[in-house]
């Protein structure tokens, strides 16, 4: 009985969290610029609740770009409705563009933060992006993620890029060094768009890889090596 009655104070107290949120929010989004709601915005993803949810959700769908993007940073912080985040977000995510590229940053970066890996074919399908920031973005949130599912797609991305860049002729029998924490003898790549994509792109894999594993490894031939003898390890 006593447990239940605690319960219940809790959840009051969240519900009254909310709701000096909201009114603080209230006052703060009459705001005129863009910035100020924006920030009016991020404030309130401070205070994860149904409630709050519900009205970023609504904001997210329809606003000036500024309080838009804030928006969507902020719904990563609600892990606890992930469940319900994760495919608004993606939903946004679908009406992004070239001309929208910071909101998709932002909206991957929050799939990475809410954990959830339901967001991995998603963010698998912006791996090979034409923009390598945006690219970068998805491969930064499977980073986060740190699901094993996203180990192959990752390594299999390295071994197109590095073939493109000439990098896989410089490393056939996987000598690289776990301390460089970069791409080894990546060429430059001048103004071929498909080549210069790959050398922004590459050290985001790396990145996330490392993530996931923990490792330091920095060529697709070392990663087939380390994750052929750990893949079926139970903890994989």
């Known amino acids: 009985m006593l447990t239940a009655i605690l ?38 993803s401070k205070t994860p609740h149904e409630k709050t949810l519900t009205k970023i959700e609504g904001i997210l769908a329809s606003e000036e770009m500024p309080v838009r993007i804030a928006a969507a940073k902020g719904l990563g912080n ?56 945006i690219a970068s973005a998805a491969l930064a949130a499977a980073g986060d993620l740190k699901s094993s599912k996203a180990i192959d797609p990752i390594v299999e991305l390295m071994k197109k ?20 924490g970069g791409v080894v003898s990546i060429p430059g790549g001048g103004e071929d768009p498909q080549k210069k994509l790959a050398k922004d792109v590459l050290p985001a894999c790396i990145k996330a890889l490392t993530a996931i594993t923990k490792e330091k490894w920095t060529t697709s031939n070392e990663w087939v090596i380390w994750w052929g003898r750990h893949k079926n390890d139970p903890a994989k």
């Open 7 to 44: 319960l219940l104070a809790l959840a009051g107290g969240n519900d009254k969290d909310a709701e000096d949120a909201l009114e603080r929010f209230k006052t703060a989004y009459k705001n005129t610029s863009a910035a100020g709601r924006a920030s009016a915005v991020t404030e309130l």
């Open 161 to 180: 890029y590095e073939k493109i860049t000439g990098a896989d002729k410089n490393d056939k029998k996987g000598k690289g060094s776990k301390d460089t």
């Open 78 to 133: 609600f892990t606890d409705y992930k469940k319900k985040v994760t495919p608004v977000l993606i939903g946004a995510l679908g009406g992004t563009g070239k001309d929208t590229m910071d909101l998709a940053i932002a909206i991957l970066d929050a799939l990475g933060k809410l954990g959830d890996e339901s967001a991995l074919a998603t963010l698998q399908q912006h791996f090979e992006d034409k923009e390598a920031k």
